[in-house]
């Protein structure tokens, strides 16, 4: 279980990078960024994320998302928030099809030193691949902070 | 008599497999789908070797010899609730049982219009009653068919204790109700609920009653006819037969007037390149070939039922119950549902103060304990009781005390392994 629940997961988990009280979001002030926001579920426990990503430029300059989850959830929405913060949109998409890579490799992790590198704290996440059923857990805050560049990126053009 | 636990385990060979690295495996997850006995799948393998052909067509032997263990398996689960042959359809499981009820109520308000159908048409200013504690499978089909006909959706509401309330019976059910549609057993709170008096409601103003019976016909001896709905859905995975069959009761009167729903082989009587004429009931209901294996298999699972009898059965399982209920003896344990044993099953759920009901399954799976995290396909209850999910523990007659203790002993540990407490 301590493979799983890695001290960086737990520790993240009652912490969150991030994460603000419910209400917080709508409240959010652009401070005139073009900022990106998405609503993602996960209908088999109904934990849900609501991310809102801020923009300068191509730059994200702040991202803060409210939800609820488990420990896996909330863990790894506050490792990428922590690694998403000042990258460009397209560095983030390429972290994020790591991390998938990683989340599908049934196990195994990454053999890619240097995709291991760039994964940073994230590689925690590597006990989860063997869990079919957790990997959605892992993938919720991901998948929020994509659609969130999708829509922020739509609105820019 | 008492049950011989023992001699029931060595029937399900699944329970002496180790999982997660050679841990035994503790099966608590029976209400979302029951082990198999050697007597379900041997019967399903002996129709399979030596009898298999087409059900209701041609002349040959195995054809006939199908069709007759197809009949047979129709007359045994008939006889496990009650109920007779003709009363009985085969569907794929509950769910496309409960929705054949709602399609056949929206096929007589929407379709051609036929007398006998007309008690099951639909429209404006009609009510539809069912309960917060419906399974998924039991709303919403029928807020589909309130959005089709314009009908009204209202509902039973469930108190803190997780029972019905039935304090506005005669309010919530009255001559605009036209469907009561509600669950036997609960599969999050456990609660049996209180059919007669729901039924002695729904016939005073002519309403359909349809009950969802899932959770009830493997635990407690079922009269159908004796309780008097119209309509009961139930599958065969939940009563330790196989997947992808289970059973729409229904009485004489209500199946003569329900439309039918799926249309094809197997269901008429004569087709022109324009018209039809359909079979009477069941078969008017059973277009397609059906899933005649797996009858087979469910018919064996009612024998096997009916042969450990409903009062062993249900003592074994109140003994359960109130194992399972001793989990809010741990610090931190909340469950949804009544605290005591009496009218409801050996099934608890509950959350665990500070751990997400997924980290909870987690830790339980890895000492080689399966029970179902999430919203149990009910998420209208979880609302109620404002949680978004819960850990359910689930169990029946091969589970046995000294398992149920090793659960509880697994549960203890998960606060401390999440640093909470
Ligand atoms: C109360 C209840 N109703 C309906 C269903 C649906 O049964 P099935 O998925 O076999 O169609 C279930 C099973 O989860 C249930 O517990």
Known sequence: MTQLYQQLILEHSKTPTGRVAKGELE?????????????????????????VAKFEGDKIADIIWEGQGCAISQASASVMTDMAIGQTATQVTDDNLLFHELMHSRGAG???????????????????????????CALLGWEALRAAIHQAQLKGE | MALDITAIREQFPILDRTVRGGKPLIYLDSAATTQRPRAVVEAMEQFTFSHNGAVHRGTHQLGEEATDAFEAARATVARLVGAAPDEIVWTSGATAGLNLVANGFKNASLGPKSAAAS???????????VTEAEHHSNLVPWQELAKATGAELRW?????????????????????????????????????????????AARRVGATTILDACQSVAHLPLDLPALGVDFAAFSGHKMFGPTGVGVLYG???????????????????????????????????????QMVTAAIGMAAAANWL????????????????????????????TIIGPREAHDRVALVSFVVDGVHPHDVGQVLDDAGIAVRVGQHCAQPIHNRFGVSSSVRA????????????????????????????
Do not use: W
Request: proline share 6%; glycine share 8%.
């Open chain 1, 110 to 136: 990454l053999t890619d030193p240097q995709a291991i590198e760039q994964l940073g704290d994230a590689v925690a996440f590597t006990g989860v691949s063997q869990y079919p059923a957790r990997i959605k």
């Open chain 2, 306 to 333: 009916n042969n450990l009898g409903f009062d062993n059965l249900s003592e074994y399982e109140n003994n359960l119950a109130e194992e399972l209920l001793k989990v809010e003896e741990i610090p931190g344990i």
């Open chain 1, 27 to 51: 409240g959010a002030n652009s401070h005139g960024l073009n900022i990106g926001t998405s609503h993602q579920v996960n209908p088999t426990c109904g934990d849900e994320i609501t991310l």
């Open chain 2, 251 to 289: 009485t004489r009167e209500a199946l003569a007037a329900l439309p039918p729903v799926n249309f094809g082989g197997s269901m008429v009587e004569t087709v022109t390149m324009t018209d039809a004429t359909y079979l009477p009931p069941p078969m008017r209901f059973e277009a397609g070939t």
């Open chain 2, 394 to 421: 689930s169990a029946t007659v091969y589970n046995t005390v000294a398992e149920i203790s090793a659960f509880r002993e697994a549960l203890a540990q998960v606060r401390p392994f999440f640093g909470v407490d």
């Open chain 2, 156 to 200: 039973f509401g469930v108190d803190d204790e997780g029972r019905l309330d039935l304090s506005n019976l005669n309010e919530l059910i009255n001559e605009r109700t036209k469907v009561v549609a509600f669950t036997h057993v609960s599969n999050v709170t456990a609660a049996i609920t209180p059919i007669e008096q729901i039924v002695a």
């Open chain 2, 119 to 129: 008690r099951f048409a639909l429209k404006p200013g009609d009510e539809i009653v």
